[in-house]
């Protein structure tokens, strides 16, 4: 039987050492993935029996912040309404006592003029169209000056 042992079957005892090594390689890698997979199967449900009652606070302290900005909307919209009114309010009341104020400025400056035309030229037409002409255009820069700002 030593007698008739050749290369071939050399090569096949050589074969079945190497495939019987493979297979156990094989199954050792199969018994340290099985013991990981039930390690990381743990974590997962340990992390889901500790995560529920946490994601399930986070969604009523959602729902808490969601109606306290729905308040706070309200108040901002408020506040734009109030803000709005008294802007309104403060054009009204500037549009009320700037009008007064310019045709007195005009009135001045107009008498000033017709005055002062008067004086020097002794023309009482004169001095009426020129203390017109300097009313309307102390009207007129008034009006430019409180509209620029």
């Known amino acids: 039987m030593l007698a008739s042992f050749g290369w071939s079957d050399f090569a096949y005892l050589a074969l079945a050492v190497f495939l019987f090594a493979a297979g156990g390689a094989l199954l050792y890698a199969a018994i340290r993935l099985g013991g990981t997979l039930g390690r990381a199967s743990s974590l997962l449900q340990g992390a889901e029996t500790e995560l529920l009652p946490v994601i399930s606070k986070l969604g009523g302290t959602v729902d808490r912040v969601n109606v306290q900005l729905d308040k ?3 108040m901002t919209d408020s506040a734009v309404d109030a803000v709005t009114a008294a802007d309104t309010a403060v054009r009204t009341v500037s549009g009320v006592v700037t009008k007064p104020i310019e045709k007195l400025a005009g009135l001045a400056a107009g008498l ?20 017109r002409e300097e009313a309307a255009r102390r009207e007129r820069d008034l009006e430019e000056e409180l509209t620029e700002e």
Do not use: I, L
């Open 112 to 131: 000033r003029h017709g005055v002062s035309t008067m004086r020097t030229r002794g023309s009482w037409d004169e001095a009426v169209r020129t203390g």
């Open 72 to 74: 706070v909307d309200v």
